[in-house]
């Protein structure tokens, strides 16, 4: 199984200000063939289900703000939040599709400082 | 638009069968396009993947759950199916069904259905 560990666990920013929210796989989800990474993130707000932010690590889904961007490549991402709003606050995950059994991080709250 | 909304009991005995289904408006568990499939959240925990079934029969388990699980299909109703046979207390989580693109590897859930908190508990 590809384990998917992000880091911070916990995180707390100020309005306004840039969040970065990391994640790495336990083996590298960049598939040669198609050169894309098999990685997406999604938010959770609290009493909801997760939303689709980012796919193929770097491409935001149709909706989501431009303050939010994904990347990097092979074993080693980020998400970041340009500046933070109060509805950002959520906790976020990543997620690799390479292979099954399809898994996720653990999740990282994000919240105002 | 499309949307999931999963049903079921609240509550299941331990060592009996969780049985939820998703009803999907606004679109077809038939299409060819897309993989549905369950996702799983403990209390204060992260997610669980627990499965997709495609409408040409495929299916995908988690190795982890696969000998309990089985994720089935009623097309003319648009709808899909979860058993988890043999519960336990670790299998209360919040479940959810979700839809999965298909093709170019395309593995990502979207969209998620609200979510139906499922207790075992005797």
């Known amino acids: 199984d590809i384990v998917m560990t992000q880091s911070p666990d916990s995180l707390a920013v100020s309005l306004g200000e840039r969040a970065t929210i990391n994640c790495k796989s336990s083996?590298?989800?960049?598939?040669?063939?198609?050169?894309?990474?098999?990685l997406a993130w999604y938010q959770q707000r609290p009493g909801q289900p997760p939303k689709l932010l980012i796919y193929?690590?770097?491409t935001r889904e149709s909706g989501v703000p431009g303050r939010f961007s994904g990347s990097g490549s092979g074993t080693d991402f980020t998400l970041t939040i340009s500046s933070l709003q109060a509805e950002d606050v959520a906790v976020y995950y990543c997620?690799?599709?390479?292979?099954?059994?399809?898994?996720f991080g653990q999740g990282t709250k994000l919240e105002i400082k | 638009q499309l949307q999931l909304q999963e049903s079921g009991p609240g509550l299941v005995k331990p060592s009996e069968t969780l049985s939820l289904t998703c009803i999907v408006s606004?679109?077809?568990?038939?299409?060819?396009?897309?993989?549905w499939g369950w996702i799983r959240q403990a209390p204060g925990k992260g997610l669980e993947w627990i499965g997709t079934?495609?409408?040409?029969?495929?299916?995908f388990y988690n190795p982890s759950l696969e000998s309990r699980v089985t994720i089935s299909a009623d097309t003319s109703k648009s709808q899909f199916s979860l058993k988890l046979s043999s519960v336990t207390a670790a299998d209360t989580a919040v479940y959810y069904c979700?839809?999965?693109?298909?093709?170019?590897?395309?593995?990502?859930?979207?969209?998620w259905g609200q979510g139906t908190q499922v207790t075992v508990s005797s």
């Open positions: 979700a839809r999965r693109a298909v093709g170019a590897g395309a593995g990502w859930f979207d969209p």
């Open positions: 606004g679109g077809s568990t038939s299409s060819t396009s897309y993989y």
């Open positions: 079934f495609h409408y040409t029969g495929s299916t």
């Open positions: 083996q590298s989800v960049l598939y040669s063939f198609t050169n894309k990474n098999y």
């Open positions: 193929w690590a770097s």
């Open positions: 997620q690799q599709y390479f292979s099954t059994p399809l898994t």
